[in-house]
């Protein structure tokens, strides 16, 4: 089963826009990770957060996490075609770092 | 470095012969795992290891598939016999540690025919 779930499904925005996507998940967790898939590749981890984290920043992203709601978001701000790809999260909840990944956000940037 | 390396990256073959897909993680990264990803399915964790040794193989669909790890740096997920359900994008990762990035290989396609 998945622990956790990416909202919207699909996104598909402008060039300069910001892509907004959420995670949510079930139960407690050590970290949340955020990945990137293009078509037909393998998987780039972006970023990294841990529970005792609220907001983590990399170049043009932007991660929160709140461990109250079980949820976190990750913000693409200023988007540009390259960033069409699947984004998935994965909650770290075991001992051994053993990742569950969501279904995916599809995003799609138009110029 | 070169990143994780998988090989073949992709593979054909007919129902019932054994498969064999490869994996080389990053020197120094002492976990390793394999995955599958499928439209209906998504991406599902077979097995991982940890150290050269399998931790949770509870992802592992049937008897049909195994895994090894004999060294720190080479791993086998074997399918024999393979069906057509087995048709899949196979992810292998590995990352230092627990608890941290997991680095992916570019995946093996495999259609069973």
């Known amino acids: 089963s998945q622990q956790g779930e990416e909202d919207p499904q699909a996104l598909s925005i402008q060039e300069g826009e910001n892509a907004t996507m959420n995670c949510s998940y079930k139960?407690?967790?050590?970290?949340l990770q955020w990945y990137r898939q293009n078509s037909g590749r393998g998987l780039v981890h972006l970023i990294l957060?841990?529970?005792?984290?609220r907001e983590k920043h990399s170049g043009r992203l932007r991660v929160t996490l709140d461990t109250s709601k079980k949820s976190s978001s990750l913000l693409i701000t200023a988007s540009r075609a390259a960033d069409t790809a699947s984004y998935f999260c994965?909650?770290?909840?075991?001992?051994?770092?053993?990742?569950?990944f969501g279904a995916g956000t599809q995003v799609v940037v138009t110029p | 470095d070169a990143g994780v390396i998988q090989s073949p990256r992709h593979e054909v073959t007919e129902m019932g012969q054994e498969v064999t897909l490869r994996c080389k993680p990053i020197s120094g990264h002492n976990s390793l795992f394999w995955y599958r990803q499928t439209m209906m399915r998504g991406l599902e964790l077979l097995i991982y290891f940890n150290n050269n040794v399998p931790i949770d193989d509870s992802g592992m669909p049937e008897d049909r598939f195994s895994a090894k790890m004999p060294n720190a740096s080479f791993s086998t997920l074997k399918i024999q016999p393979s069906e057509p359900r087995d048709s899949a994008v196979y992810f292998c990762a590995s990352s230092f540690d627990t608890y941290n990035e997991q680095f992916f290989g570019p995946g093996t396609r495999l259609t069973v025919l």
């Open positions: 139960t407690s967790i050590n970290n």
């Open positions: 957060i841990r529970s005792n984290e």
């Open positions: 994965a909650t770290a909840a075991d001992s051994w770092g053993k990742l569950q």
